[in-house]
Nanobody
């Protein structure tokens, strides 16, 4: 399976963007997540949705502003980002795990597939 992230761009603070992660194969049972890497910083967890879609987790700073969703018919995962802040500026990566549920979705280790990243720039 290959993952293709898209939807990044430049937006003003307070604005919104929706990122997409399109898979080349069926991912309906996969755990899916978004990570991001800001300039000069390590990559960090942003959001996770289990294969059953029953479990979702968010990094504290994005709770209430970001929403991860999935359209299994389209083999696509989304990250809706609202009320964007300059500190959200980063390259965003999608990741997939063949297991339906991860006990620790916040760690990078164990994700089987990674997208190439899409740049989000939030101006103040």
């Amino acid at each position: 399976v290959q993952l293709q992230a898209s939807g990044g761009g430049v937006v003003q603070a307070g604005g919104s963007l929706r990122l997409s992660c399109a898979a080349s194969g069926r991912i309906s049972t996969y755990s899916m997540a978004w990570f991001r890497q800001a300039p000069g910083r390590e990559r960090e967890f942003v959001a996770y949705r289990s294969g059953s879609a029953r479990m979702t987790y968010y990094e504290d700073s994005v709770k209430g502003r970001f929403t991860i969703s999935r359209d299994n018919a389209k083999n696509t995962v989304y990250l809706q980002m609202d009320s964007l802040k300059p500190e959200d500026t980063a390259v965003y990566y999608c990741a997939g795990d063949r297991t339906s549920y991860r006990n620790n979705p916040r760690t990078e280790t164990g994700y089987d597939y990674w997208g190439q990243g899409t740049l989000v720039t939030v101006s103040s």
